[in-house]
């Protein structure tokens, strides 16, 4: 027997009601687990826009060197040679598990010659220029390295841009000859240089696990670059991000930074304050090869212009044995005759 058009009615609307339900629900469940993401998010640690405070300032944050401030980005380095700036966090990190999301863009005019790259720091010490991508070498924390400069040569090269991670307890030197291989955690190759959307990279540290993902193509996933287990981080050091130019050049330019909190109660009663940057395992060091930026080799260019002087030499000393020769010869004739 067929029901009714009264029960057909009740039906409809109870598979409606039921459906309406459902959709609910998980609107509520979105819902909470995007209030939960949000608690979590730190303000004091997050750069969002508007960046501005009162004048040129960023509220928590400080920036120095070739640095400036837009209402869409903040630009470490412009696409000029010879430029280097820096943007570091004013607060301390006191949370033992985190997670970190930069949003930012690397371009230029260059199609075949680039560089340097940017970094992004967990470190003791902060707003310190020097030679590691805009910022001092033989520090205290990690670095997150992310390497444009594309004129290198060797059997130990890989693509770039590539990024890599470096712990250091302050006794390390980064070395740009051998691209930092010789004492880097892990690395892979990342295509995120002069892209129209947006390129994103996430840094979770859990449980002395370091993770490193990538959002490089504008597909809204996360895709691992690579994973550390072993890695001993402190509390109490900042964040900051910095670049650099040589003879290649790009823009550098940031346009988020967002903090989370990690829950991990192993870890929370845990004392981090005064441990020392640690890692069980580092990549095996590679083959040093002179970085030819550094000036350690000689290109073909020079070679050419060397053969070339000492045939020039040669040619010179055979002309000044001719015409020795010849005025030898007219000295014998006039003594002859």
């Not at 400069?149 to 712990?167: D, K, L, R, T």
């Amino acid at each position: 027997m067929f029901p009714s058009g009264e029960n057909r009615r009740l039906t409809s609307s109870s598979s409606l009601t039921s459906l309406l339900l459902v959709l609910l629900a998980f609107g509520v469940q979105d819902s909470c687990q995007q209030l939960e993401m949000n608690d979590y998010m730190k303000r004091e640690h997050s750069l969002i826009k508007p960046y501005q405070g009162s004048g040129m300032t960023i509220p928590y944050w400080d920036f120095i060197g070739s640095t400036f401030v837009t209402n869409s980005y903040v630009r470490l380095t412009p696409d000029l040679q010879s430029k280097s700036g820096a943007l570091w966090n004013q607060m301390p990190c006191t949370s033992v598990n985190w997670e970190v999301h930069v949003n930012f863009k690397v371009h230029g005019k260059g199609k075949d010659l680039f560089g340097d790259g940017f970094a992004i720091w967990y470190a003791r010490d902060r707003l310190v220029p020097g030679p590691v991508f805009g910022s001092r070498d033989n520090f205290l924390g990690m670095a997150i390295i992310l390497d444009t400069y594309s004129n290198h040569n060797g059997p130990h090269n890989h693509q770039h841009p590539y990024i890599s991670a470096m712990v250091n307890n302050g006794s390390m030197s980064y070395d740009h000859d051998r691209d930092g291989t010789h004492t880097q955690l892990a690395g892979c190759e990342a295509k995120f240089r002069n892209v129209d959307f947006d390129t994103l990279i996430s840094i979770r540290y859990e449980n002395d696990v370091l993770t490193v993902s990538t959002d490089l193509e504008n597909k809204n996933t996360w895709k691992q670059c690579f994973q550390v287990t072993g890695v001993k981080l402190p509390t109490g050091y900042h964040f900051g991000v910095s670049a650099t130019t040589g003879d290649l050049s790009d823009n550098h330019d940031l346009q988020a930074i967002k903090f989370y909190e990690l829950e991990a109660p192993s870890l929370l009663t845990e004392d981090r304050s005064r441990i020392t940057p640690s890692a069980a395992t580092f990549e095996a060091p590679r083959e040093h090869k002179e970085d030819p930026k550094q000036g350690g080799g000689m290109s073909n260019v020079k070679i050419f212009f060397l053969i070339l002087l000492a045939m020039l030499i040669v040619v010179v000393l055979v002309v000044i044995g001719i015409m020795f020769y010849q005025k030898h010869q007219e000295n014998s004739r006039k003594r002859f005759y």
